[in-house]
């Protein structure tokens, strides 16, 4: 019963948007090529934090739904480029129609594994992961290629994440680009961003920019 009100909320919702949804014949996963990378990317990432630890059922289920959540946090393009309340597109909007959270926890990367819980264990895994990751993906967010290729400048008003170390999972630290400091040469390399915080400056090696939702 649970399970039928859950699918026709979301059908409701669906049409209320006018989203419509196609799917792929059965039997063949070839053609889901978006979602069978995901899975890769998934299965990767779970061995590299794994390792040759053991878990039971219940703390693999729960390694699995945060490492699931870290990747569905993730932002393609902008959804509003509002000053006041940037918002940013990503998977989790499709599952529950706003971006996915957790709670903030204690930083443990640097603490032995033999002082803590299976629980810590499992939080200082997903802390392992989502350093690695997110780094990773905002290089490739801001592949820019260097002095070879011209490349157009950042604009006033874009939307960027801003690369910062030690930040918690699912964080992704969103700002507006407010003014722009071009060299000599009229290349901008050093920009101001409007934060929920107040105003900061930051090299353009420190930014990536969001393209907008097509």
């Given at each position: 019963m649970i399970e039928k009100d859950f699918h026709e909320a979301i059908h409701n919702y669906a049409c209320q948007q006018g989203i419509k949804f196609h799917f792929i014949p059965p039997c063949s996963p070839h053609m889901g090529?978006?979602?069978?990378?995901g899975v890769?990317?998934?299965k990767?990432?779970?061995r590299r934090v794994i390792g040759k630890a053991t878990f039971t059922f219940v703390e693999f289920s729960t390694l699995v739904c945060q490492v699931e959540a870290i990747l569905n946090s993730r932002p393609p393009c902008t959804l509003s480029t509002d000053p006041d309340h940037p918002q940013v597109l990503t998977p989790g909007h499709f599952?529950?129609?706003t971006s996915l959270l957790t709670f903030p926890g204690h930083y443990l990367k640097d603490?032995?594994?033999?002082?803590l819980s299976k629980w810590l264990c499992i939080q200082q895994m997903i802390q392992g992961l989502w350093s690695q990751w997110s780094q990773e993906y905002l290089h490739h967010l801001q592949q820019r290629s260097k002095w070879r290729i011209s490349q157009s400048n950042v604009k006033i008003g874009d939307l960027v994440l801003i690369k910062e170390d030690?930040?918690?999972?699912l964080v992704w630290k969103k700002a507006i680009i407010s003014d722009l400091h071009p060299g000599k040469d009229g290349v901008t390399r050093v920009v101001s961003l409007k934060t929920s915080t107040g105003t900061i400056k930051r090299p353009i090696i420190k930014i990536c920019v969001l393209p907008p939702v097509e």
């Open positions: 090529g978006l979602w069978e990378a890769k990317t998934m990767y990432h779970i599952l529950i129609g603490v032995s594994s033999s002082r030690n930040l918690p999972p």
